[in-house]
Every structure is written in structure tokens, then in C-alpha cells.
């Protein structure tokens, strides 16, 4: 099958362990979409033809100056054989054994073994993210025939076999012509990829927009067109779903898009998708491939997000292409670019309007959205002074008003607010159960104002950039300093008289000492006789515990003192005041006051000796049963 003669002595190669492995999972999890491989075929052609327009801009020599970029398949349904061909950068020698002999990211297998140990699917998707995806090419072929020569003019053309079975040999062949050419027979099983109709039917599906005419048996067959220098009322729903999954290698359809056609200033045009789902870490994505830059046409690079979106922004897909970069450019030169510099900048306040537009129009659309991204989106108000009013306006919160857990915005949340509230109130914790047992919102609760659950571990990281909104301060109830002046109080809990309960506060002072900051009577607690709060400036005890289980509770900022409060018309209360009256050195009185104290802690997360607060609980019992 092979065109070109070999001229050098055969060398063998052994595959890596790992590859062997990683082939028999991709063959054995890719066995319902066999056409898979062909996707992947014209993606790495269409890659490689990208990298020969590059290098022909930017070095003076290249083998085959004039040659006409494309990609040929040539099929053979009486031989059952299938080819392709491109005219791209083509490989040498060292390229070939570590391109196609080794797994690009080591770290891939590991991933795909874990997923199938989870029991997750390992689908062709995931294959092409990880840089496999010429191993697919062993789901229908026993045998392959690599043919390549690099576009250096001084290279040498080599040939590559192998049976996918561990190892491959390299010969030197005599190739004129720059490129790759890959070739073998079909497996008895897939001998449909030898049929013209079949394999253009899968062109079609796949790899309509390749940049590059793409010829079946010497027949062009893709539309070439670069889909964002379209109107886009010409654009087709279906068109942009398939070149969504093309540029982003993702396998669900995108949740939207923005088209982007921008002259002044700064000139370009860009196609921009949202994914519908996040990747299973947001913020450690693998696949930072998928926002693609183009200078006039030309393919630049397909990882250019770091470049052209903030860092909250990082998921968007999809591509920009600009006239305004030189045609020399190389992608050291994008980086300090003013021109991308002033395209991320319009990108990045066109899409907070997209999504505003989803919010006030679409909140379906707009929920999924900052389900999927919130996350990451949210610290945008951290890293973003320009836009943060714009992202305030665009977080979502569950709320003590949604017991159904729907999101609500600040703007919804002003809106909502009591007459004589001044601030927004919120609270963090681990998730909404816990916060809501929380007895600070004991007071909101009765009082009917509505408190925000920050539940999200991202939210304490954002709360310092969270300080204000519409001129209200963002308070949480957990600090000492929160206005309670409509204190609605029913005088049904008849309250310590003030003797009683300076007397009472005393004895709480000497027998905890300093493992408080203050005690002082509550205005907060309807139901609980204690709790504790941060001062103004204290630490948010969300962010306590999260740093307690980061440090395993060493470090800076560990076991600040709190205020303790105390419900001074609570019985429990009422009946140390009692016992107090009647000796304040009783026994029973100062376990229940360390009882109180660290019952407190346990409920504010940050009980760090339960066995001592159990020992103490016992005996209290005892004393209590034993009557
Ligand atoms: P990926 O394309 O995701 O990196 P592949 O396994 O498909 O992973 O390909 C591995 C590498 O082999 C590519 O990154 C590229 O360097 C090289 N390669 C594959 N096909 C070609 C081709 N047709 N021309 C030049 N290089 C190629």
C-alpha cells in the first residue's frame, strides 16, 4: 500500500507500559463509535496543515512552498482501505517516536483508570481531550502505516508501523513531498470506512469546517468556511453546536454563544461558546486547549484563553480572529500584545452583558450557567475591579427566603429588604442543614429578615471583595456588631434582672477565662441559651474552619476568642442565675457554663476536644438522673 521506497535499516521500538494499557482502554471503550477515529485523523491533519500556514508566515525556508493545503482521503472498497494525506508540518524521526510512541500527558491514563473505577464513562470525548486520539485509529485497524516528512527542507521522509501490540519500527524512506500520510485496511468488522458514501457521510458530522478542502477519492467534500466570519443570522443552529464540539473537543452541546464582529479600536471577529458543563475540575481544567486565535485566517495557537480571558472566564470556548496582530507574529509576541490586551478587555465585558441579557431574560439558562461556572465566575469580584459591580450584580445566593433552594441576587435581595434594614446579612457554612442551625439566625428568623447561606467553600475566599452592594454593607450575622435594633421583643420570656445577670456574666467571665473575648447578654437568641460570635474584625468562622482542617488546626490565626452571648430570658439561663444566687463557687454551675461554652464551639464547627466536652455531659447526667 505504501508509495514511497524505504532507503535506511529498520529500527524496533517498544510502545511505553503505559500506552499499551491506555490503547487497550481506548479500543475496548470506544468500540460504539468507531468513526471516532476518523474525527480524529482530520483534526490532527487539520492541526498539522494550521502549524505548515504558521511556519511558511514566519521562517523563510519550508519544503513544498507552493503546495496546496488539504487533506485527501483516499478509500479503497474492494482492497477495504482507508488513507489520509495531508500537506502539514509533517514529523521527523524524533518527533515520530515521541508523538506517536509515548501518551502526550502521563497523567491521562491514571485519569481514564480512575473514571472507569468510579464507574464513569470513558467515551470518545474524553479520548480526544487528553491527546490520544491517534490511538482510536486501532479500534478499526489491525495494522498502520505512518508516512511523514517534516516541512524543514532538509529533512527526511521516515515510515512508522505498527500493530498497536506493544511495539513499532521506524525506516528512513525516500518522500518528496512534505506531510503525513496514514494508511492501513480495515478490520472485517468496520470495512464500511471503505465505502466512499460512509466516510463522507462522517466528514459531514464531524469535520464540515476544517479550514482546509478536505477531498474524498479526489472529490472535494467540505464546505470550507470559517463559520465566525459569517453574519450571524446566517449562522445554523446545528453548524455551531458541531463546531462548538470541533474547537472545544466536548461532547455535550454548548449552553450558548456570542458572535463577535468588532471594528475600531481594535478589529476582530470571534466566535465564543459557553460549555453546558463544567469539566470535573473547574479550576484545574485538563484541556486548556479550546479558545483558538487566528491572525487574518491564519491559525495561531488553540490554547490562547490565558491570553484573551480573565482568569473567571477561563472556560469559554470557541475562537478570535483579528487583523490587527502582525503577520510575523509568534506566540511569545501575543503575549505582551496591547492588541489581545484590548481584546480581552471587549470579550470579557461582552460576555458579563451576554450573560446579564441571560439573567434578566433566560434565568433557566442563566441557572445552569452559574451552576455549572458560578464557582469560578464569583472570584472574578476578587481579580476584576473594572467589572466587579457588574459580577456583584450576577451572583446568586440561597437565601432563608428560598426554601426551595432557588438563587437569588442581591438585587433581588435589596429589594426584599425591611423598611429600617440598613445592611445585607448573611451567613457561611458547610452547606445550608448546618448553617441553618446555626442560633445566630435565630433572631432573623423571627424577626422575618432575610439572611444569605455562603455555603460555597469558594464564598469565604471572595467575602473580602464582598463588602459592599448598592451602598449596603454585606455583614455577617456571626459578628458582634450587627444592628439588632428592632429587637421584636415579646415579653411572654420574662428576662434576668440586671443583678442577676451582671452577677451571672461575671461568674461566665472568671470561670472561662481567657477562652473568651467577652461575655455579654444576647440580643440575638430566641431558642438557645448561648452562642458565639466574632468581633468586627475577627476572622469569618467558615474561613476558621476551613483553615483548621487546611493546617490541622496549626498556624496563624487558629482559636481566635470569641463573644460569647447569652440568652438571658432562656430557663437554662434563668436556672444558673439560681444557682448562682445560692453559691457561686456550685459545681454543677461551672461545668454547665464550660458545658454552654463549648456546646457553642460544637455548633460553630471549632469543638476541637469532644471527649472532654462528653466526659463533662456524662457526669452532668449523672448528677441529674442520680437524684
Ligand atoms: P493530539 O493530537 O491530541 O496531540 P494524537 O495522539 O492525536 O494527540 O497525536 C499525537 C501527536 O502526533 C500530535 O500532537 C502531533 O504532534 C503528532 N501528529 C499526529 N498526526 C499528525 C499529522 N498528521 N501531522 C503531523 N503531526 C501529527
Do not use: C
Not at 459531514?204 to 478542502?213: A, I, Q
Not at 454548548?254 to 464582529?261: D, I
Not at 476582530?268 to 463544567?278: N, R, W, Y
Not at 481579580?383 to 427566603?401: A, G, H, Q
Request: proline letters at 3%; hydrophobic letters at 35%; glycine letters at 4%.
Amino acid at each position: 500500500m505504501s508509495d514511497f521506497k524505504k532507503t535506511g535499516r529498520k529500527k524496533n521500538f517498544k510502545f511505553k507500559a503505559e500506552l499499551n494499557q491506555l490503547l487497550h482502554l481506548i479500543v475496548h471503550s470506544l468500540y460504539k463509535h468507531p468513526e471516532i477515529f476518523m474525527r480524529e485523523l482530520i483534526s490532527n491533519a487539520s492541526d498539522a496543515l494550521n502549524k505548515a500556514r504558521f511556519y511558511e508566515l514566519t521562517k523563510e525556508n519550508i519544503l513544498d512552498p507552493e503546495t496546496e493545503l488539504s487533506i485527501k482521503i483516499n478509500v479503497n472498497s474492494k482492497k477495504k482501505t482507508f488513507s489520509i494525506e495531508d500537506t502539514g508540518i509533517g514529523m521527523t524521526e524524533e518527533e515520530l517516536v515521541q508523538n506517536i510512541g509515548t501518551v502526550a500527558n502521563s497523567g491521562t491514563l491514571n485519569y481514564i483508570k480512575q473514571l472507569q473505577e468510579n464507574g464513569e464513562k470513558v467515551d470518545g470525548d474524553l479520548i480526544g481531550k487528553f491527546g490520544v486520539g491517534f490511538y482510536s485509529i486501532f479500534m478499526v485497524a489491525d495494522e498502520v502505516t505512518v508516512e511523514t516528512r517534516s516541512a524543514d527542507p532538509d529533512s527526511k521522509g521516515f515510515r512508522w508501523i505498527s500493530d498497536g501490540q506493544g511495539s513499532f519500527s521506524i525506516e528512513e524512506i525516500k518522500k518528496k513531498t512534505r506531510g503525513t500520510k496514514i494508511s492501513f485496511k480495515l478490520k472485517k468488522e468496520h470495512e464500511e470506512f471503505s465505502e466512499d458514501f460512509r466516510v463522507i457521510s462522517v466528514l459531514k458530522k464531524y469535520s464540515n469546517f476544517v479550514d482546509f478542502p478536505v477531498y474524498v477519492n479526489d472529490k472535494e467534500e467540505n464546505t470550507v468556511q470559517a463559520l465566525w466570519r459569517k453574519n450571524e443570522s446566517e449562522l445554523k443552529e446545528e453548524e455551531l453546536t458541531e463546531f462548538y464540539k470541533f474547537v472545544s473537543m466536548d461532547y455535550n452541546n454548548p449552553l450558548g454563544h456570542l458572535h463577535l464582529s468588532m471594528e475600531g479600536k481594535v478589529n476582530f471577529k470571534a466566535l465564543l461558546f459557553i460549555p453546558e458543563k463544567a469539566p470535573m475540575n473547574l479550576f484545574n481544567d485538563m484541556n486548556e486547549k479550546g479558545l483558538h486565535l487566528y491572525s487574518n485566517r491564519v491559525f495561531i495557537e488553540d490554547a490562547a484563553s490565558e491570553e484573551l480571558l480573565p482568569e473567571y472566564l477561563r472556560f469559554i470556548k470557541g475562537v478570535v480572529d483579528t487583523e490587527d496582530l502582525p503577520l510575523n507574529v509568534s506566540r511569545e509576541t501575543t503575549q505582551h500584545s496591547p492588541v489581545m490586551s484590548k481584546i480581552k478587555d471587549i470579550v470579557t465585558k461582552k460576555l458579563l452583558a451576554m450573560f446579564e441579557k441571560w439573567a434578566k431574560d433566560d434565568t433557566a439558562k442563566y441557572d445552569i450557567f452559574y451552576e455549572n461556572f458560578g464557582q469560578l465566575f464569583k472570584t472574578g469580584i476578587n481579580t476584576d475591579f473594572t467589572n466587579r459591580d457588574k459580577i456583584m450584580k450576577l451572583l446568586r445566593f440561597v437565601s432563608t427566603e428560598n426554601v426551595n433552594g432557588e438563587l437569588v441576587s442581591l438585587d433581588e435581595y435589596v429589594s426584599r429588604m425591611n423598611e429600617d434594614q440598613k445592611d445585607i446579612f448573611y451567613i457561611t457554612g458547610e452547606n445550608r442543614q448546618i448553617a441553618e442551625r446555626n442560633p445566630n439566625l435565630e433572631y432573623f428568623r423571627k424577626n422575618n429578615i432575610e439572611v444569605l447561606f455562603l455555603t460555597d467553600p469558594v464564598d469565604v475566599f471572595i467575602l473580602p471583595s464582598l463588602n459592599e452592594f448598592d451602598g449596603k454593607k454585606l455583614i455577617s450575622i456571626e459578628t458582634s456588631e450587627i444592628d439588632i435594633s428592632k429587637n421584636s421583643d415579646d415579653s411572654s420570656e420574662e428576662k434576668l434582672n440586671e443583678n442577676a445577670l451582671d452577677s451571672l456574666i461575671t461568674v461566665f467571665k472568671e470561670t472561662l477565662g481567657d477562652k473568651v473575648k467577652d461575655v455579654v447578654e444576647s440580643k440575638r437568641l430566641v431558642d438557645s441559651p448561648a452562642t458565639l460570635v466574632v468581633d468586627k474584625d475577627g476572622m469569618d468562622p467558615q474561613m476558621e474552619r476551613m483553615m483548621r482542617a487546611m493546617n490541622q488546626g496549626q498556624g496563624p490565626g487558629m482559636d481566635q476568642k470569641k463573644i460569647l452571648e447569652i440568652n438571658s430570658g432562656h430557663k437554662l439561663i434563668k436556672n444558673l442565675s439560681t444557682l448562682n444566687i445560692a453559691n457561686n463557687n456550685d459545681i454543677i454551675l461551672k461545668d454547665s457554663i464550660f458545658q454552654l461554652y463549648e456546646s457553642a464551639l460544637l455548633i460553630d464547627g471549632n469543638l476541637k476536644n469532644p471527649s472532654e466536652f462528653i466526659r463533662r455531659m456524662t457526669e452532668l447526667m449523672e448528677k441529674a438522673t442520680g437524684k
